[in-house]
T-cell receptor, first 112, second 113 residues
Framework: ELKVEQNPLFLSMQEGKNYTIYCNYS?????LYWYRQDPGKSLESLFV?????AVKQEGRLMASLDTKARLSTLHITAAVHDLSATYFC????????????FGTGTSLTVIP | ETGVTQTPRHLVMGMTNKKSLKCEQH?????MYWYKQSAKKPLELMFV???????ENNSVPSRFSPECPNSSHLFLHLHTLQPEDSALYLC????????????FGPGTRLTVT
């Protein structure tokens, strides 16, 4: 069974600081997704990474993918309070679009 | 109304009740999904429909019964649930099965008493 592990599970950081969330997965895949979920709300797509070495940036968030290491990172630069949310990575096992495996999520709290 | 909507947003039901969750997408997509999100567990894919045909059923107990009458609507019929079925049930849609963009609804928070 494919496993997707995120760490840390909980992250409390001060505004202005940098930090990285890690996502490891246990099987070959070239498609990795990052989502954000605010409390009581649905999942919002942040990034779709489709190949080894892919890097995408949006504002203070940057995601990268290393398919050889089966690792994706979500880097937060100069955190602000609005980034407080739970972040999920997901892996698409067979490219058919119907086998998404999600990590357990990283709950991020940015403290003023 | 746009995007993916789900009703009800909150549901409390007894173990002997029968209820249904509804999902509607206004995006013209052809694939729809049900996910279960339990506390401290990863999001679990339950069912996948493509062009109103079920294409995936990930070993979900029969007390959960999906229905997709058309490409815009998806239901999850519930009967004789267990307390451990309490969770957030999320619906999602995508252009088709191979599309990598899935759009999620707000979810239904289900509590089984």
């Amino acid at each position: 069974e494919l496993k997707v592990e995120q760490n840390p599970l909980f992250l409390s950081m001060q505004e202005g600081k940098n930090y990285t969330i890690y996502c490891n997965y246990s099987t070959t895949s070239d498609r990795l997704y990052w989502y954000r979920q605010d409390p009581g709300k649905s999942l919002e797509s942040l990034f779709v990474l489709l190949s080894n070495g892919a890097v995408k940036q949006e504002g203070r968030l940057m995601a990268s993918l290393d398919t050889k290491a089966r690792l994706s990172t979500l880097h937060i630069t100069a955190a602000v309070h609005d980034l407080s949310a739970t972040y999920f990575c997901a892996v698409d096992r067979d490219y058919s679009g119907n086998q998404f495996y999600f990590g357990t999520g990283t709950s991020l709290t940015v403290i003023p | 109304e746009t995007g993916v909507t789900q009703t009800p947003r909150h549901l409390v039901m007894g173990m002997t009740n029968k209820k249904s969750l509804k999902c509607e997408q206004h995006l013209g997509h052809n694939a729809m999904y049900w996910y279960k999100q339990s506390a401290k567990k990863p999001l679990e894919l339950m069912f996948v429909y493509s062009l109103e045909e079920r294409v995936e059923n990930n070993s979900v107990p029969s007390r959960f019964s999906p229905e997709c009458p058309n490409s815009s609507h998806l239901f999850l019929h519930l009967h004789t649930l267990q307390p451990e079925d309490s969770a957030l049930y999320l619906c999602a849609s995508s252009q088709d099965r191979t599309s990598y963009e899935q759009y999620f609804g707000p979810g239904t928070r289900l509590t089984v008493t």
